[in-house]
């Protein structure tokens, strides 16, 4: 028996498979970064804006002892700095051919979900590198290369002098209490405050895979045996002691040769900082969607996906880089 399909005829199919197929793709759960727990994410803007300005304030003046009879009253005021994220549309989308819509029509079975889930997971991904590097925009910036912020170097103060936690057959190259003292810095910022103003504590640290692993399974010591490294300082880290909640430590792979202070270029990098919306936000105007099924070729149907997003966005300065923390890989 012949069965033709004519183009109206695979395309209404196709319109009848999408929506499912769509809606699977959204619901499907898989192992990949979620990038969303790392930043604070902003969809409140029109989808077609062009892009946002932010007001960023900072507070200035001093009281002062005053007599009665003073004059001159010192004043408070407070200063703003304007700062633009443009908003960038990105695309991702799946296909069928005739062969594929005739197959399953003639059998009498619905079309996977596969390749609406493959198009779904690379506008995740495409998201998640946007977050944390720019995804290759240009001029853009994320997590690991936010652009004003000046990376430190992990003190010589290990075997040898030095910087690294551990090296490349996961030898441990500093002792547990040295690198307990780099991670709270890395929440803290410097020491250089002297008055009663002090930094932005951070809530949040990522590390290359090296580090993270060398802290997650190596003993703390003598004083508390039982627990690994990471384990001694998610419960006794700065962050947990003035606010009475949970450090979040996560490992994440492309920091591995993040590093760009002078000397130790390509090393491992640290990273801490605020993960709140008062000091970060990546826009998304518009989150990933699918749009309508057309026939983009003689024997082929498309179904495109689009968001739009923006840089992500430094509110308060809290982003901190420790550079040389695991050796280049």
Not at 174 to 198: D, H
Request: proline letters at 6%.
């Amino acid at each position: 028996m012949n069965m033709q399909i004519t183009d109206a005829q695979g395309l209404a199919y196709l319109r009848q498979q999408t929506h499912v197929l769509s809606s699977r793709a959204f619901e499907q759960e898989y192992d990949l970064i979620n990038w969303r727990e790392l930043v604070p994410v902003n969809t409140d803007y029109p989808e077609w804006a062009t892009g946002v300005d932010f007001q960023i304030g900072d507070m200035t003046g001093a009281a002062q002892w005053q007599s009665g009879y003073s004059k001159d009253v010192p004043l408070a005021d407070v200063k703003l700095i304007n700062v633009t994220s443009q908003f960038a549309m990105y695309a991702v989308g799946y296909r069928y051919n005739v062969e594929e819509v005739g197959k399953a029509q003639f059998a009498g079975v619905p079309l996977t979900a596969r390749k609406a889930i493959a198009a779904r997971q690379s506008a995740d991904i495409f998201c998640a590198e946007t977050a944390l590097y720019g995804a290759g925009h240009h001029g853009w910036g994320g997590l690991a290369n936010m652009a004003g912020v000046t990376p430190t170097l992990s003190p010589d103060n290990g075997t040898g002098s030095a910087r690294n936690w551990v090296d490349a057959n996961g030898v441990g190259l500093k002792t547990p209490e040295q690198i307990i003292a780099e991670l709270n810095r890395l929440l803290m910022g410097p020491a250089t405050a002297t008055g009663v103003m002090t930094s932005l504590i951070g809530n949040t640290i990522l590390l290359p895979p090296l580090a993270y692993q060398y802290i997650a399974t190596t003993p703390y010591g003598v004083t508390s045996p039982d627990k690994s490294i990471l384990q001694y300082f998610e419960a006794n880290n700065i962050f947990t002691s003035r606010t009475g909640q949970s450090v979040v430590v996560r490992e994440q792979p492309f920091l591995a040769a993040a590093a760009t202070a002078s000397g130790v270029e390509g090393q491992g990098r640290a990273i801490g900082y605020r993960n709140s919306p008062d000091a970060l936000e990546l826009p998304m105007p518009m989150p990933y969607r699918f749009l309508d099924v057309h026939q983009d070729g003689p024997l082929q149907w498309a179904v495109p996906g689009i968001g739009r997003v923006g840089q992500l966005i430094q509110i308060r300065d809290t982003i901190r880089y420790l550079d040389a923390v695991s050796p280049a890989p």
